[in-house]
């Protein structure tokens, strides 16, 4: 018996477990994660950016989180040793079209606490980036890069030390609830609680169907592909290079990002993968792909943005296409300057009625918690994300 089960040992789940142990250390709590170790997903498979809350609508959960979250996580890197590195990153506004797009951008930030962001105009660009070419652009000084993995088992060893239990390898099957506790049924064995958290990342959604069956949003898996730039190139990019978000588009674009780990990537594209944890082209699950496109959103999607999703799956099969997208911030790069990189998958909640959800969404229900949308900036946001879901926990005891 436990007063909570948190199912999901990645770095929102680890978060959450943190912060409600941090906030009322008497209660029991238990971490469960499928895999044989923490972060193995979308925490371990993304760019590593700290990100500012430049790009999210004012008093959105994504901007207080984000912005919340940001300071909570250099905290915490500092009194753990933690490096990261706030290096700054340009956006760059390559076409006549992505000017007031940019000066958007700019009051966005602005409106969301961001001091000494600085307009640059195309000449000034070389001085942050030399190799970049753009007609106008934005230094973002609060931007940084860290490695994620690392965070997120810090996290867990925090957790663990302070009397939280860890257990790997319990893939969660089912939840029998009634008015006053929840069963988790794995395939190891059973816990009972008082309160089911549920942080399951890629499938939350089908966590979140074992107690809500009509959930109105599904999880579609978006892989982002990376290249890698040669070691002999890495001196094209200093720091952090981003384009101008299309706004017909629900991802960034390709960018540059230098790595806390060393090493400069370059990408990634978004196209849909079939299956939730594919990320190779050759990781199909029928059954998950199924789903996928029998959701009547995700139809939606497909027709809204079609046009711009070809793009994206023909970048995925030309790297001389890829390279050309990078041209435009890099027109140096080329492609034998590429090497094949990792690549990670979104968990993207998309509703019935064709939306993809653009904040982080937690929903509740009697004995469990829901966090069914949490991508990017949720590694940033993780430790004010799971503040949010500690008060929203705590106030059940």
Sequence with gaps: MYDIVI??????????????????????????????????????????????????????????????????????????????????????????QELP?????????????????????????????????????????????????????????????????????????????????????????SYTSKLVINCAGLYSDKVARMTVPDLNVKIIPFRGEYYKLKKDKEHLVKNLIYPVPDPNFPFLGVHFTRMAKGGVEAGPNAVLAFSREGYKKSDIRVGELTESLAWPGFRKVAAKYWRTGMGEMYRSFSKAAFTKALQKLLPEIQESDLAEGGAGVRAQACDRNGGLVDDFLILENTGVINVCNAPSPAATSSLAIGETVSKLALARF
Excluded at 72 to 84: R, V
Excluded at 141 to 169: M, S
């Design 7 to 96: 199912i999901g040992g990645g770095i929102v789940g680890l978060a959450t477990a943190l912060q409600i142990q941090n906030a009322s250390p008497g209660l029991t709590i238990v971490l469960l994660e499928k895999e044989s170790s923490l972060a193995r997903h979308q925490t371990g498979n993304n760019s590593g950016v700290i990100h500012s809350g430049l790009y999210y609508k004012p008093g959105s959960l994504k901007a207080t989180n984000c912005i919340r979250g940001y300071n909570l996580l250099l905290d915490f890197c500092t009194t753990h040793e933690i490096p990261f590195d706030l290096c700054g990153k340009i956006v760059v506004a390559t076409e006549q």
């Design 101 to 189: 797009l940019l000066e958007n951008l700019f009051i966005r930030g602005r409106q969301n606490g961001l001091g000494n962001l600085k307009k640059l105009k195309g000449e000034e660009l070389k001085e942050y980036e030399p190799h970049v070419t753009g007609l106008a652009g934005m230094f973002v000084p609060q931007t940084g890069i860290v490695d994620y993995t690392r965070v997120a088992n810090k996290y867990g060893e925090v957790f663990q030390k302070n009397g939280g239990t860890v257990h790997l390898g319990e893939k969660v099957l089912d939840i029998q609830h009634s008015s006053s506790k929840s069963v988790v049924i794995t395939r190891k064995t």
